[in-house]
Every structure is written in C-alpha cells, then in structure tokens.
C-alpha cells in the first residue's frame, strides 16, 4: 500500500471527509544541561531540564497539549540508587523546581544516592503558568466580595487553559506518567504543606511505585483547607505572646502584649494609616495605607518561621508606638513574594475543587475573634462562587492508608498546619513516625538534623536507624529585643 503525502491527506479531507487529526505527545522528556533558581538572583543549582508533554484532558487525546517543566538533578554517586526524590511545593500554586532550589540543603544527604526528580504542576512555575495579576488586591486582603467576584470572572477569562483539568487529582497523574517515561521503578516522595495532599493521593493511587513518603506541615486528606487558617492562626499568636510572657527579658521589653495587640488591632480597623515606604523591589517612594488586614496579614506570614516569630514583639511594640514601618515593609514584601510565587489560577482550581465544597457550616462568631477574622473564608467563597469545578478522583477526601513507610513532620507552633493534623493523617498509616519540633514553625525539613533524619529515613526506608533525639537541640531563636540582635 502506498500512503498519501501529508499535504495530499490534509487537501483531501478539507474537500472529502470530515478529518480528525490530532497532536501527540513527547514519550520522554529530552533533557539537556541546565540551572535551576529558587528565584531571579538567586544562585543556580545544576540540573538536567526538559518539557514533558501532557493533554490538557489527559481523558482526551484531541485537547491541548500542555508543555509541563521538568528537572533531574543528579546523585552524587556515579552509581546511584534506581528511585528518585520527589519534593513537591507548597501552595497550592507553588513551583516544586524554584521550592527544591530554595531548600536543595535540605535534601543534599538523599542526593548523595539519589536523583532529585522535580516538575513543576500544571498550572506552576514553568508549567503554563495559570495566574492573574487582577488578584493581588485579593490577595492582600484589600477588595470587598462584590470586587473579588468581578476580579475573579477578569481572571477566569484571561486564564489560558480551562481551570478544570488543574487540580490534585490530575497532577498525580502526570506525576505517574513522568515517572513511566523516565523509567523510574519507584518514587520517594517528599510534600511540604499542600505537597502532602499531593503525596498522600499518589501514594493511594500508586501505591506499588511508591517506596517513602515524607510529609512535612501535613494536611490531612479528610480535612478540607480553609475555615481552620484563621482559628489555628490565632492559636499560634496566642503561643508567641504567652512565650513572650514567660520569657523574663521579652516581658519586661513588652508588658501586656496581648492585650496591647488587640488595642492596636481595633485602632487600625477604625483608622487606618499611612505610610511611606521605598518598594522592595523598584526602590520607588509609595504611600501605603496600613489598616488591621495588612497587619493581620504581615503577622500571619511572620509566623511560619521561627526566625521571623522572633521579631514579632519588637515589631508589635514599635506599632504600638507609632512606628509602622518594620511592619508594613513585611506586608509589602510578603504580598509582592506571594504574587510572584503563586499561580492564582491552579490555586483556586485546587481549593474550588478539592475544599470550599467540603466546608459545610462554618462557626463565622469563632472566626470573627481571630486576629484574621472570616475575611479569608469570605473572599475564597467569593472566588469559588463563579470558579468551575474541577476533577476530583473518588475517596480523594479519605486518609490514607498504607504500610509504606511514611515520615510525618510537624512544628508546634505551626499557625497552619499543626501537629494535630499530622495525627489526623496518620490514622490509617501503619508504618509511620510522626516527629514534632518544639517552637517551630510551617516546614521542619530544613531546621537542624532534620536533613539527617530525612536522608537516613530515605536511604533505608526504615526507622529502625534513625536518631530523633537531636530534635531536642533544635534552635528557637530568642526574642529580639530591639533591632540589633536577639537577646542573649
């Protein structure tokens, strides 16, 4: 039989038939010699990056193919064991390329045998981006609903894919099939924050190509995100302002603290106030206004870091005092930091998917006596009011259960997902540590001998060696007592 040339096929079904043709994907991604940053101006890491290429619809050979970023960092050793590392980011928006390039440190024990395998979610980083700049106001806490709503409907239709094929259920999969076109026989996976949803659900769906899973700040499958940000929040302040009291030196810096916050908090709420400040990136003079969202929303991020909790007090003190500058240059720069580094639009594919039609009722009078208050839960209802919803797998809200080994990490004084979600997770696991760092915060695996722990734990796929007793050592910093330093 003799074929028709391409251009003979294509004139005759344009004047015969009704044709069909459809685009395929790559098999494998080709990679080639890169570097990788946790953002621009940050030191590369070398790595081995190419495209993976995935059907919008993985259902659906005729849709759009997607061109996913991947990245292969290589083991140190020249004989390195078969199944990678898997760390995935945070968010949901986050890119797991710039979040491994942020935190290599934390895993450079597992790349001593092992390749870090890295691919930024649909939707993320390099990965067709889905984000709006419409909604950085929505972010910062600074739109009633009426205008998140329309901001939303702007961003739905500047968005480049449909936010359907956006969510957990199918980033697994192209995580599965990544996996398959490299030739890895197995996965170790490591989820920070949202990474643990991720983790957890291919370990149920793919339980046989998965060898560790690591959760690091866990949310819990059955758990749907959201109504509890705010009451775990005020959880975590009220644990820094009775630490505070209880420290000589930083109570008798800041008497009354709490009680003073509060005042300051109703103060902002009826006047707000201006203030001048350089941009932290352009330089730029601009006049800020700082009302009690900005400071709610500057402490909240402050308190994922035990390094940054430290300076919460001073920083308090000096508002009290009619300084707002130290607070409102962490706002500024937070809020610039999250619009960067969050793709609104696989965001709240995740979340109008995966959360808001799991809440239920929710205790509005419990949230209004949080420093955060329902504003969150408002504004996420008011997205996902107009936001399609997407794919969800069957059982994707039920906790996991396996006897694969998994590593659970947690901080006590995590203000989002703290150590009773870990425990929450854990319930149907029976192979399974759940380790908590005293003071800390969001995110364990970078903090002390955390690294060891992982490394160990990943090297054997067992606890039978791994030394926990360093967690006792891990360092709190101190209270800063003024801008020169912590106190001694």
Same mark, same amino acid.
Not at 16 to 36: G, H, K, Q, V, W
Not at 281 to 294: Q, V
């Given at each position: 039989?003799?074929?028709?040339?391409?251009?003979?096929?294509?004139?005759?079904?344009?004047?015969?038939?009704?044709?069909?043709?459809?685009?395929?994907?790559?098999?494998?991604?080709?990679?080639?010699?890169?570097?990788?940053?946790?953002?621009?101006?940050?030191?590369?890491?070398?790595?081995?990056?190419?495209?993976?290429?995935?059907?919008?619809?993985?259902?659906?050979?005729?849709?759009?193919?997607?061109?996913?970023?991947?990245?292969?960092?290589?083991?140190?050793?020249?004989?390195?064991?078969?199944?990678?590392?898997?760390?995935?980011?945070?968010?949901?928006?986050?890119?797991?390329?710039?979040?491994?390039?942020?935190?290599?440190?934390?895993?450079?024990?597992?790349?001593?045998?092992?390749?870090?395998?890295?691919?930024?979610?649909?939707?993320?980083?390099?990965?067709?981006?889905?984000?709006?700049?419409?909604?950085?106001?929505?972010?910062?806490?600074?739109?009633?609903?009426?205008?998140?709503?329309?901001?939303?409907?702007?961003?739905?239709?500047?968005?480049?894919?449909?936010?359907?094929?956006?969510?957990?259920?199918?980033?697994?999969?192209?995580?599965?099939?990544?996996?398959?076109?490299?030739?890895?026989?197995?996965?170790?996976?490591?989820?920070?924050?949202?990474?643990?949803?991720?983790?957890?659900?291919?370990?149920?769906?793919?339980?046989?190509?998965?060898?560790?899973?690591?959760?690091?700040?866990?949310?819990?499958?059955?758990?749907?995100?959201?109504?509890?940000?705010?009451?775990? %929040?005020?959880?975590?302040? *009220?644990?820094?302002?009775?630490?505070?009291?209880? +420290? =000589?030196? &930083?109570? /008798?810096?800041? #008497?009354?603290?709490?009680?003073?916050?509060?005042?300051?908090?109703?103060?902002?709420?009826?006047?707000?106030?201006?203030?001048?400040?350089?941009?932290?990136?352009?330089?730029?003079?601009?006049?800020?206004?700082?009302?009690?969202?900005?400071?709610?929303?500057?402490?909240?991020?402050?308190?994922?870091?035990?390094?940054?909790?430290?300076?919460?007090?001073?920083?308090?003190?000096?508002?009290?005092?009619?300084?707002?500058?130290?607070?409102?240059?962490?706002?500024?720069?937070? %809020?610039?930091?999250?619009? *960067?580094?969050?793709?609104?639009?696989?965001?709240? +594919? =995740?979340? &109008?998917? /995966?959360?808001? #039609?799991?809440?239920?009722?929710?205790?509005?009078?419990?949230?209004?006596?949080?420093?955060?208050?329902?504003?969150?839960?408002?504004?996420?209802?008011?997205?996902?009011?107009?936001?399609?919803?997407?794919?969800?797998?069957?059982?994707?809200?039920?906790?996991?259960?396996?006897?694969?080994?998994?590593?659970?990490?947690?901080?006590?004084?995590?203000?989002?997902?703290?150590?009773?979600?870990?425990?929450?997770?854990?319930?149907?696991?029976?192979?399974?540590?759940?380790?908590?760092?005293?003071?800390?915060?969001?995110?364990?695996?970078?903090?002390?001998?955390?690294?060891?722990?992982?490394?160990?734990?990943?090297?054997?796929?067992?606890?039978?060696?791994?030394?926990?007793?360093?967690?006792?050592?891990?360092?709190?910093?101190?209270?800063?007592?003024?801008?020169?330093?912590?106190?001694?």
């Amino acid at each position: 039989m003799r074929f028709l040339p391409g251009s003979v096929f294509a004139a005759l079904c344009l004047l015969f038939f009704s044709c069909t043709t459809y685009a395929t994907p790559n098999e494998a991604p080709l990679l080639s010699d890169c570097r990788i940053y946790a953002a621009p101006g940050y030191p590369g890491i070398k790595a081995r990056c190419g495209t993976f290429e995935r059907y919008l619809d993985p259902d659906d050979p005729g849709s759009t193919i997607l061109q996913l970023n991947v990245a292969v960092v290589p083991a140190l050793s020249l004989q390195p064991e078969p199944d990678p590392l898997v760390p995935i980011a945070g968010g949901p928006g986050g890119a797991s390329v710039n979040f491994y390039a942020g935190y290599s440190q934390a895993f450079e024990k597992v790349r001593r045998n092992r390749d870090i395998l890295l691919i930024d979610a649909r939707g993320t980083g390099e990965s067709e981006l889905m984000s709006c700049d419409s909604v950085e106001d929505v972010l910062e806490g600074q739109m009633t609903i009426e205008e998140t709503i329309e901001v939303t409907r702007e961003c739905l239709d500047a968005l480049p894919h449909d936010p359907r094929f956006f969510t957990t259920s199918v980033a697994v999969r192209d995580l599965e099939a990544l996996r398959e076109a490299l030739g890895y026989p197995a996965l170790n996976l490591y989820g920070s924050s949202y990474g643990t949803r991720v983790a957890q659900h291919y370990a149920r769906l793919y339980p046989d190509k998965t060898r560790t899973v690591i959760l690091d700040g866990v949310a819990p499958p059955q758990l749907a995100l959201g109504p509890d940000i705010a009451l775990e %929040a005020q959880k975590a302040l *009220d644990n820094i302002f009775a630490r505070c009291a209880e +420290a =000589v030196a &930083c109570n /008798e810096a800041f #008497p009354g603290l709490a009680t003073r916050f509060a005042q300051l908090q109703e103060g902002l709420g009826m006047e707000p106030v201006e203030v001048q400040l350089a941009h932290p990136i352009t330089g730029d003079l601009k006049t800020y206004t700082f009302s009690d969202m900005e400071l709610a929303g500057a402490l909240r991020l402050m308190s994922y870091s035990p390094t940054t909790i430290a300076l919460m007090p001073l920083m308090i003190d000096e508002a009290i005092k009619g300084n707002y500058l130290p607070l409102t240059a962490t706002f500024v720069a937070a %809020a610039e930091n999250m619009s *960067d580094q969050l793709a609104i639009g696989m965001h709240n +594919a =995740v979340i &109008c998917t /995966e959360d808001t #039609p799991y809440w239920g009722d929710l205790d509005t009078e419990a949230l209004k006596h949080t420093y955060i208050g329902p504003l969150m839960t408002e504004s996420l209802e008011a997205m996902c009011s107009v936001w399609p919803t997407g794919i969800i797998d069957d059982g994707f809200h039920e906790p996991l259960a396996t006897d694969k080994p998994v590593l659970l990490l947690s901080g006590s004084a995590d203000p989002v997902t703290p150590p009773n979600f870990g425990d929450l997770a854990a319930v149907n696991l029976t192979n399974a540590l759940h380790l908590t760092g005293v003071d800390m915060g969001h995110g364990l695996a970078p903090h002390g001998c955390v690294p060891d722990i992982i490394g160990k734990f990943v090297n054997d796929a067992s606890f039978e060696n791994v030394e926990t007793e360093c967690l006792e050592r891990l360092f709190s910093m101190p209270f800063f007592l003024d801008f020169s330093g912590p106190a001694p």
